[in-house]
């Protein structure tokens, strides 16, 4: 098999990694809850790119991206659900009912302000059109956290979540509550790791992110850039111990944790308090 400009050619790639038997074991291993934070992955990887201003590097990412989506179809054609053509359907006739300005019949001047609103109003009546397709028992309640996109990063919609939730009084009224519940959440996340119940220590550590998001939250601090500036410290620290150890013409693969563990320690002592972003201590 050749590579190809065609996407039927990479639609038959992945068929044939799915394929029982003669593909690939890795791949008929997965399911769309395994391949899920691959695709979150990836959405992230083409923004990065284009953050960094990096086109070739964005040519990459965007096939790395497609291939989630001719993975998901794949998956869900073996189920017998719906296959690549129908999400390319799918995504047409979306495109085009929302842009009644360009194939439609409004005529006239159109700004951006009126496409904005001409999307908001449609997307809203294909959301009511998919409730009422909906068994009614599912139709007739409408949950306050509802208006919560699902589609944003985990981090971000427990924020809001929370946020929304808070505005009916369901929440904490002082950090210190919120504390007490992490060590909750952390005791049980060591009651399933005596049991090694896999399953449990999953939902806990969920649990426990989630009220981490509340700590967040009640401090004052948005967990996202509290997170990067965390990210941004451990990645300043463990570099200096990459560098503290080549200066001795050392690797890290013969360092000893302990080793590593007193570079680390340097690395905090030698910053500045100022050097701290914001939520970085």
């Not at 691959?38 to 990065?48: F, G, H, K, L, Q």
């Not at 719906?82 to 006739?93: A, K, Q």
């Not at 004052?220 to 850039?225: C, K």
């Not at 570099?239 to 340097?266: F, H, P, Q, S, V």
């Amino acid at each position: 098999m050749k590579p190809s400009r065609d996407i039927s050619g990479l639609i038959e790639v992945m068929a044939a990694l799915r394929t029982p038997v003669t593909g690939c074991p890795w791949d008929l291993e997965q399911d769309f809850s395994s391949i899920a934070p691959y695709t979150i992955e990836e959405a992230y990887e083409v923004a990065d790119a284009i953050a960094r201003g990096d086109l070739d590097d964005l040519k990459d990412e965007l096939g790395d991206l497609l291939l989630q989506v001719v993975y998901h179809a794949r998956m869900a054609e073996e189920e017998k659900a719906f296959d690549f053509g129908d999400v390319v359907e799918s995504i047409t006739r979306k495109m085009i009912r929302r842009h009644p300005h360009v194939f439609g019949d409004e005529n006239g001047a159109v700004t951006s302000q009126h496409v904005a609103s001409n999307w908001q109003r449609i997307k809203a009546e294909e959301k009511a059109e998919r409730a009422a397709r909906r068994p009614a028992e599912e139709s007739t309640h409408t949950s306050l956290l509802a208006s919560v996109k699902a589609g944003q990063p985990a981090l971000a919609r427990a924020l809001e979540l929370q946020r929304k939730a808070s505005t009916v009084g369901f929440d904490w009224n002082d950090p210190r509550a919120v504390l007490a519940k992490i060590r909750e959440e952390a005791d049980e996340i060591e009651a399933a790791l005596d049991r090694n119940d896999k399953a449990e220590m999953f939902e806990e550590t969920g649990d426990l992110l989630f009220v981490l998001v509340n700590l967040a939250r009640h401090v004052g601090a948005n967990p996202e850039m509290a997170l990067r500036a965390a990210n941004a410290k451990f990645e300043r620290r463990f570099a200096y111990i990459e560098r503290a150890l080549a200066a001795k013409g050392r690797t890290l693969e013969g360092a000893t944790l302990e080793e590593m563990d007193a570079l680390w320690n340097e690395a905090k002592g030698k910053e500045a308090p100022s050097s701290s972003g914001p939520g970085e201590r």
